[in-house]
Nanobody, 126 residues
């Protein structure tokens, strides 16, 4: 089955930057190369907030417009999706989850994703 492993989280001061990575593995037909991917932030109550999404072509129709310093990208040759976070704020703190869809388009809806990683903790000090 498809597996997603996030990395790159940690403690960062407000105004700092982090780059998260999500490596997708499993059957070749279910890797990230031809599937939509997304990043979500999860709070302690396990409520998920959409951060950014990217389609198989690299198009990002559902970015988090409130986070102008954030950018999602992908390297299909490595089956990896990235989330670059710049000028981070305390409110950005949370567990960041990488998600995968069966289809090529991206989505801002968590219920439209089929596979999820375990998450990587991001803490922004104020």
């Amino acid at each position: 089955q498809v597996r997603l492993v996030e990395s790159g989280g940690g403690l960062v001061q407000a105004g700092g930057s982090l780059r998260l990575s999500c490596v997708v593995s499993g059957p070749s037909s279910r890797t990230s190369a031809s599937r939509g991917m997304g990043w979500f932030r999860q709070d302690p109550a396990k409520k998920r907030y959409f951060v950014a999404g990217i389609g198989c072509t690299g198009y990002t129709p559902y970015p988090d417009n409130d986070q102008c310093g954030f950018a999602i990208s992908r390297d299909n040759s490595k089956d990896t999706v990235y989330l670059q976070m710049n000028d981070m704020k305390h409110e950005d703190t949370g567990v960041y989850l990488c998600a995968d869809r069966k289809y090529g388009g991206s989505s801002a809806r968590s219920d439209e994703y089929d596979y999820w990683g375990q998450g990587t903790q991001v803490t922004v000090s104020s």
